[in-house]
């Protein structure tokens, strides 16, 4: 079935650092991604997602490509802040034609940037 | 934009009693909504999918007669949590998908946390 691997956190980075959360994906077809970020005592808010193969999803500094080859959509932050400590879901919605389906997550990764 | 509402944001019941959540689409009409649980330190797991005016369909393991979800109107879905034990503290959150107005974006609820004491 389709499914979606993310690394395991806790990260934890100081300010201005480089991020990388890596997120692969098994899946038929031509899932959507997507990548959910949710804050201390909050729900889940979008972050970012792409629809098709080379895609780059952007917010906020954010990035993620769609990459089709190697079924991954890691997410990159090149200067991280404080306030970017949260938990980052990676997860896809499979392509099929009925329509409504539902997200399926990864496990999430705790990330904590240090002043 | 499209919102979605869930309500309420925190609720703490006694073990056996039942508990309501209440998820609404406030500005678009969504057919089905969906009602994830996440245990702490954990991924969202799917636990239903709600279908206006019909059965919601649920996941494999999760209890319906346990967690009754009754989506009336378009706009809002209910899962009730009955007997609930200490077991069942957990986060509680729905979404809806907006329609192509709205860019088919799926929307997620608050959140409920929910713990029986």
């Known amino acids: 079935g389709d499914s979606v691997t993310q690394m395991e956190g806790p990260v934890t980075l100081s300010e201005e650092a480089f991020l990388t959360i890596n997120c692969t994906y098994t899946?038929?077809?031509?899932?959507?991604l997507f990548w959910y970020v949710q804050y201390p005592g909050e729900g889940l808010q979008l972050l970012l997602k792409?629809?098709?193969?080379?895609d780059k999803g952007s917010n906020k500094g954010f990035e993620a490509t769609y990459r089709k080859e190697t079924t991954s959509f890691h997410l990159e932050k090149g200067s991280v802040q404080v306030s970017d400590s949260a938990v980052y879901f990676c997860?896809?919605?499979?392509?099929?034609?009925?329509?409504?389906?539902?997200?399926?997550f990864g496990k999430g990764t705790r990330l904590s940037v240090i002043a | 934009g499209a919102v979605v509402s869930q309500h309420p944001s925190w609720v703490i019941c006694k073990s056996g009693t039942s508990v309501k959540i209440e998820c609404r689409s406030l500005?678009?009409?969504?057919?089905?909504m969906f009602w994830y649980r996440q245990f702490p330190k954990q991924s969202l797991m799917l636990m239903a999918t709600?279908?206006?005016?019909?059965?919601?369909?649920?996941e494999q393991g999760v209890e319906k007669d346990k967690f009754l979800i009754n989506h009336a109107s378009l706009t809002l879905s209910t899962l009730t949590v009955t007997s609930a034990h200490p077991e069942d503290s957990s986060f509680y959150i729905c979404?809806?998908?907006?329609?192509?107005?709205?860019?088919?974006?799926?929307?997620f609820g608050e959140g409920s946390w929910l713990t029986v004491v």
């Open positions: 979404s809806a998908r907006a329609g192509s107005r709205s860019g088919n974006t799926i929307y």
């Open positions: 899946a038929t077809g031509y899932p959507s």
């Open positions: 792409a629809t098709k193969a080379d």
């Open positions: 997860a896809l919605r499979p392509n099929r034609n009925s329509g409504n389906t539902p997200l399926v």
């Open positions: 500005d678009f009409q969504a057919t089905t």
């Open positions: 709600s279908n206006e005016g019909s059965k919601a369909t649920y």
